[in-house]
């Protein structure tokens, strides 16, 4: 691995000056290298930090990547991570021509890390050093509590998936507003923790709220919440001591076990607590890029694709950057490409804002004809996408534009699979063209962790009592026991988790199965595990 050389840099620093002029904004200083196929497979495992710590699983994943290169060799074009300053990686053999259509895919990337609003807690670290201080305070501590470390790792690892992302990136954004809304405590506090109102009724509040016809933002909430005190007398009351009283709530169940654990926070054990931490911190700096790949590989595609083929630099080279752009940017009839769709839904959001389409007016109409007419000429297409680019997450983006007009305009569907009699074989099917379904299919394939929470008032020094909040999809069964046993040890006592299981029926049909919930807690004490039926 090695730094590109001056020639190489010299296009990258061409390339900035041209993406800066079209909008995009970022740091100055960004570090390039070389690198080659085998390097790629050895920091895959490590998400691309060359400085973050070393476990056995980093080598298993390598070994398995090598198996899988000698049997399908592959040839990716570039990586780029989110520290500081950014850093991004490129094959050995690109041509110029190729290396400037990559740095305006990188640039854009980079501009998504330094100003997209779901990566504000990673703003003002250097990842990448402090994944070295990291890595060098495991290896101290392997070298005098050998393999134990590696335990707490795997402990750590096993419920890392369920750290605090949005609580700590709401914190973030009540300190820069210094002080919490009554607005945002009524919605966020005051109906979901006092008053534990149902789903929809918190919807239909916010639907109340949002329907006030006021002149001003002021006036509407001075009408909305003098009805709400008149309901509610004890609300400003409940608000102000809010805001007097530190938060009670844990952030998630590690940042709880490290304040809590009375067996990671004896004198002997305090070594434990360093490993957790460096584990939680390096899960908490890579949630933003899980929870947002369709959208980041679409603002960068749109970029790589809007600046090159304006960029001289294409002459002659034409053909091949279309194959090229193709191969990635192409729709997957089975599966997903995150790039093909993150890229169209920009692009449509950009036409639709350019034709006003984006406004309720045009919502309400439901002719076809109206609909493709329908154009307002506002011009305002590049401001949208860069409000896109600050604001959203993956599910934000789906969940707002992928609508039947999108479906319809890409041709896309739902597939489902089914067993051919007659050939003996498995074939796919046009299952749904339906935005709704093609909506829950995307949906379903983003990152959505289970949420545990900790029942303070259940747990003690020797007992944690966790509870699992339950959104249609119970855990999976054969990770209980080794993730519990793996707690039971951080926390030094016993383990409770009540969590829900979907169970079949018997149906009086064969076509029609029915399903029952039933709540269970699983219990570990003495390193056994036990299953009870509330």
């Known amino acids: 691995m090695e730094l590109i050389s001056q020639h190489t840099k010299k296009i990258m620093e061409e390339c900035k000056v041209r993406a800066r002029a079209a909008g995009l904004r970022f740091d100055d200083e960004t570090l390039e290298y070389i690198v080659t196929n085998k390097d790629l497979l050895e920091l895959s495992p490590k998400v691309m930090i060359p400085t973050l710590y070393d476990y056995w699983v980093n080598d298993v994943e390598v070994l398995k990547e090598q198996g899988k290169y000698k049997l399908y060799p592959s040839n990716p074009y570039e990586t780029v991570i989110n520290s500081r300053p950014a850093i991004s990686f490129y094959n050995d053999n690109n041509p110029d021509w190729l290396n400037i259509m990559i740095f305006y895919h990188v640039l854009g990337h980079i501009d998504f890390f330094q100003n997209n609003a779901m990566f504000a807690n990673t703003w003002n670290d250097d990842f990448v050093g402090q994944a070295l201080a990291d890595k060098r305070l495991i290896a101290s501590l392997r070298s005098e509590h050998g393999r134990w470390v590696d335990y707490i790792i795997e402990f750590s690892r096993s419920i890392d998936n ?23 405590y009524y919605f966020n506090f005051f109906l979901q923790e006092e008053l534990k109102v149902q789903e929809y009724e918190l919807y239909k509040e916010v639907e109340r709220f949002n329907s006030i016809p006021s002149p001003t933002k002021e006036i509407a909430e001075s009408i909305f919440f003098a009805d709400v005190k008149a309901k509610h007398p004890e609300f400003q009351a409940k608000y102000e001591r809010h805001l007097e009283a530190p938060s009670t709530q844990p952030v998630d169940l590690m940042q709880y076990i490290l304040d809590h654990s009375s067996f990671i926070n004896k004198e002997k054990n305090r ?12 899960s908490l700096y890579f949630q933003p890029q899980i ?11 749109y970029w790589h694709d809007e600046l090159f083929r ?36 920009i692009q449509q959001i950009e036409k639709n804002a350019n034709k006003g389409k984006l406004n309720f007016n045009f919502q309400k109409i439901d002719g076809i004809d109206e609909r493709e007419k329908y154009d307002m000429h506002t011009g305002k297409g590049r401001e949208a996408i860069f409000s896109i680019r600050r604001d959203f997450s993956d599910f934000m983006l789906i969940n707002t534009f992928v609508d039947q007009d999108f479906v319809d305009d890409h041709g896309l569907f739902v597939t489902g699979k089914r067993l051919n009699q007659q050939r003996g074989m498995v074939e796919y099917y046009v299952k749904s063209r339906k935005a709704k379904d093609y909506k829950k299919m995307l949906l379903d394939s983003l990152y959505h962790p289970p949420k545990i929470d900790v029942d303070t008032n ?11 909040r339950f959104e249609g999809k119970q855990l999976y069964n054969g990770f209980i026991p080794d993730t519990m046993l793996g707690i039971s040890v951080l926390w030094g006592g016993s383990i409770q988790l009540e969590t829900t299981e979907i169970h079949a029926k018997k149906s009086r049909t064969q076509n029609t199965p029915e399903f ?19």
């Not at 070594?271 to 390096?282: A, D, E, G, H, Q």
């Not at 003495?526 to 039926?533: E, P, S």
Request: net charge positive; no cysteine.
């Open 516 to 534: 029952e919930y039933k709540k269970v807690v699983y219990t570990i004490k003495d390193r056994k595990i036990t299953k009870d039926y509330l």
């Open 458 to 468: 259940k747990s003690n020094d020797e007992h944690l009592y966790l509870i699992h």
């Open 162 to 184: 369920i750290v605090g992302y949005f609580p700590i990136l709401a914190k973030i954004n009540q300190s820069a507003t210094q002080q919490l809304t009554r607005t945002e």
């Open 271 to 282: 070594w434990m607590k360093s490993v957790v931490s460096v584990i939680r911190n390096t």
């Open 291 to 301: 929870r947002t790949k369709i959208a980041n590989e679409g603002w960068a595609s």
């Open 310 to 345: 304006s960029d001289d630099r294409i002459k002659g080279h034409e053909v091949a950057y279309a194959k090229l752009n193709a191969g990635v940017t192409s729709i997957s009839r089975i599966g997903l490409n995150p790039y093909a769709i993150g890229l169209r839904l």
